[in-house]
């Protein structure tokens, strides 16, 4: 039987025989992954578990990234429960402090999730490691604690919409864009239970990055899993983080998709997410002149290397509008280095920009750029949820890094090719 | 289980942000969480339950983050039981993991409204409307998470796998 992509990576995992959509079936993982806010509740669950040693102490990864560094002292506790049980278990893919940086955009970094893997994590945004051709799914606490323990964990295998793109993008229109535009298509329950499938020449054409922005954001849609093909790019991708035996992956011909989408790139405008729902989507057109407070560019969803170079190139020789806390985070230490080193800093110091450690920080509204009543936020972050970013009276637009970078100047949204 | 409570209704795509707000995430406490249920929906919300009482909401309840905190928390609000038209696909699992009851009823959820005093048969699935005298019954669960239910939850059936491997 042909597969989709989901099917095919499930069944790598599983000894049972793989029949279609809505079976239930037990798969070996590959990672499971849990953060400082997430853990603390999976370490409980493993403990009531009885379990008494993870199952592979190179496949899990905890990664302190949310209220770090240590914004007050319940988080610090919550911190030194993870690393206290890191320490026991003997985990090697532990981080806090110098080596850590926002989960998602680390794990793929380090060269420890890759094509064809499943990987599982008390965080909803796993799902990112679609963009390298893995099944990779968020969880809670306690079915990670399960998975920590035994290996594996249950999956009802998921229908999957497949999604195509061709046409040419314009200028200043990327993988966030894309993933937006999808979102607002679909609507934020629009892939519930369900995987998205991504493909088309469009997609050829994007860099890894721009994969890993848009699988991240398949969860915005409800979705299990954003699933990429994982092609030569992957391949080089993987092998610079340091793999080694990755195969490319793809669904096969004749495999059975709940629905088919096709659209087409060309003349799309940068898109815009409005308060308070990701698919809440215009082209930027229709939103420009809505005035912002502050403009965060960081986070899982666009906290890369290739997000800081095109919000530099916007700001470069420029000034963020005096009415614009611009706020700048680096997803990890490498990302972190690399834009000092190829100056990327100096464009946002002298652009008024505040950077910051890599952190989670006010993506979630954990600290570092929290917003009072009345204020309003472009962010490149994903979640514009009411209240996510700070006050239940404030508002969060999401964009790209080139729309909040532009948006910061203008002290208004707008569209950056329009600056 | 039988539940007897009151309906407090809510609408579609609420968030685990809504839930339980993140200031809040620094504590794994249910009493502390269950004070703070529906803080990012409305300051004060939880003021209005009394232990037993049932929520009840539209679509895509508890989309967003993966915090098991917010099952936690409406578990720590004295909320036993939640009907929505359909649940967020992580918000799922981790109810049924943490020993919240969820059922899913579809289009019926329009016949349940805020204030409705509800009795919930939680084994058959069935809410008896005591207001209007309708009843709803949700759909089966599958068998396999059945199963878990029957277990006591994952953490229990993870416990009888680890005893089995020695
Ligand atoms: S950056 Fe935001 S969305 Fe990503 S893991 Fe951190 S809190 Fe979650």
Redesign the pocket.
Known sequence: MPHTLAEKILQAHTDEKITGAGQIVNCRVSMVLA?DITAPLAIKSFKAMGATKVFDKDKVSLVC??FTPNKDIDSAEQVKVVRDFAHEMGVTHYYEGGNVG???ALLPELGIVGPGDIVVGA???TCTYGGLGAFATGMGSTDIAGAMALGETWFKVPPTIRVDFDGQLEPFVGGKDLILHVIGQVGVSGALYRALEFGGPVIDALSIEGRMTMA?MAIEAGGKAGLFAADAKTLAYCAAAGRKGDQAIAADAGAVYERELKLSVSGMQPQVACPHLPDNVRGVDEVKGIKVDQAVI????N?RIEDLREAAAILKGRKAHKNVRLIVLP?TPKIWRQAMDEGLFSIFMDAGAVVGPPT?GP??G?HMGILAGGERCIAT???NFKGRMGSLQSEVYLGSPAVAAASAIAGEIINPAKL | MLVTGNAHKVGAHIDTDAIIPARFLVTTDAEVLGANCMEGLEPGWVKRVKKNDIMVADENFGCG?SREHAPIALLGAGIPVVVAKSFARIFYRNGFNMGLVLLEVGDDIAKLKDGDRLEVDTGKGEIKNLTTGETVVCAKVPAFMQELLDAGGLVPYVKKRLAAKG
């Open positions: 953060n990234d949310h926002v989960e998602h965080d909803s945004h991240n960081g986070s899982c969803t906290g997803a989670c993506c979630l954990g972050t994903n979640r | 983050s």
